[in-house]
């Protein structure tokens, strides 16, 4: 599916790097059965740990030449974690995570994470380096690669777990939207 609309450009979400403000880190459910989702800071602690234990994953990863690898580890009712692999050249694109908040530990290499920082900052590139974590809230936008020599692994968890996606190309005037995907084409 093509559309093709400018998205406003604006300032950072500061949950991917200052302190979370998104509200308690509970995972008891609410009315109608459904947990809280999990704050960015409790997502951080998620991918640390799991990317600090590398011999619950390492047996998992496998290199895949066309595009990044991947698989869901977790499947909760308030959060998944998934493991991804990214050979040199690999990335994401440009995309949101459909209203979930994030994080992502990089286990295993280094990667790039591309974001826009608004009008005066323009486009924000990081190093992420071996060992990083990166946590989000549910607007963020990003793109992820790996401009590195070697392959690189990581590890991500959502909450709530991911209900859909939408990418985008960066043009001069902006991110465009060009697409929408849902878990079906995962």
């Given at each position: 599916m093509s559309l093709d609309f400018a998205v406003?450009?604006?300032?950072p979400d500061?949950?991917?790097?200052?302190?979370d403000t998104t509200g308690p880190e509970s995972t008891a459910p609410e009315s109608g059965g459904t947990a809280r989702p999990l704050s960015p800071n409790a997502l951080r602690a998620i991918v640390?740990?799991?990317?600090?234990?590398?011999?619950?994953w390492i047996h998992r990863v496998r290199l895949a030449t066309g595009d990044r690898w991947?698989?869901?580890m977790v499947s909760a009712e308030d959060h998944e974690v998934w493991l991804i692999s990214w050979l040199p050249g690999q990335s994401t694109g440009f995309h949101d995570h459909g209203g979930s908040r994030g994080a992502f530990a990089v286990a295993l290499?280094?990667?790039?994470?591309?974001?826009?920082?608004?009008?005066?900052?323009?486009l924000l590139v990081r190093r992420v380096a071996p060992g990083a974590v990166r946590a989000f809230g549910a607007a963020y936008l990003h793109d992820v690669r790996n401009t590195?020599?070697?392959p690189a692994v990581t590890i991500h968890a959502?909450?709530?777990p991911l209900s859909g996606m939408t990418r985008y190309d960066l043009r001069a005037g902006?991110?465009?939207?060009?697409?929408?995907e849902g878990p079906e084409q995962w």
């Open positions: 406003p450009v604006s300032a500061t949950a991917a790097t200052g302190p640390r740990d799991l990317a600090e234990q590398p011999d619950r991947y698989e869901r290499g280094e990667l790039e994470e591309l974001s826009l920082g608004g009008p005066e900052d323009g590195s020599a070697g959502y909450s709530p902006g991110l465009v939207r060009t697409a929408e």
